[in-house]
């Protein structure tokens, strides 16, 4: 008797769970990681994703309890390599077409990161999250990319730039803001791919890299 009472409370916090579809937890992470985005961490609250998304507070409490659970699980719900489906067989114009895509991303990424900055130093599961949405399936699909390459025989394996790649690409990205102020566009990632990174891989750079124009 003990022990089923003990057991009794989970199929029904199991079963009120599931009253989110995939369709309105999709719209709730949305709205979370947009706000972070625009306002920063600290300044956004369940209630106001609640009222932006027209639930009651209590739905988003028990579902995740905490706001570090809620924004965790949605930056985990984003966990996807969009670098993935680029294959041209041919590593320069892969590499290209990796940068054209990074930049178009680079501006929501970049405002995202920012402002989970400071949140993330204290909070090892944000920071975590962080990494696995953002930041390691780009690397990974990156670096198949790179090993297409080699298979190919592009590049040597033991090409010493081929390890710089994913810092190269992805260092401009968080970079550029701070130093010039801007975010780095397809227009600006592409640029820098045909200037420093292909040359650097000994592959042949379109002549004279585009315009910025």
Do not use: N
Request: glycine share 8%.
């Amino acid at each position: 008797m003990t022990s089923q009472a003990a057991e009794g409370p989970e199929p029904v916090a199991a079963t009120r769970r599931s009253k989110i579809t995939p369709e309105r937890e999709r719209e709730f992470f949305d709205a979370v990681l947009e706000q972070i985005g625009e306002c920063g961490y600290e300044a956004v609250t369940m209630e106001g994703v609640a009222a932006s998304t027209r639930c009651s507070k209590s739905t988003l409490y028990r579902q995740w309890k905490t706001k570090p659970q809620f924004v965790v699980a949605a930056l985990r719900s984003r966990r996807a390599a969009r670098l993935a489906g680029i294959d041209t067989g041919s590593l320069a114009d892969d590499l290209r077409a990796a940068a054209r895509a990074a930049g178009r991303w680079s501006t929501s990424d970049s405002k995202l990161m920012q402002a989970l900055g400071h949140a993330v130093t204290g909070d090892e599961d944000l920071a975590r999250a962080l990494r696995e949405a953002l930041i390691d399936p780009e690397i990974e699909a990156l670096r198949d990319i790179l090993r297409r390459g080699v298979e190919r025989g592009e590049i040597p394996a033991g090409h010493p730039a081929l390890e710089y790649v994913p810092a190269q690409l992805f260092g401009v990205v968080r970079a550029r803001p701070v130093v010039d102020g801007q975010y780095a566009d397809p227009d600006y990632l592409v640029r820098f791919m045909e200037a420093a990174v292909l040359p650097a891989l000994g592959l042949a750079a379109t002549s004279p890299p585009p315009s910025s124009s």
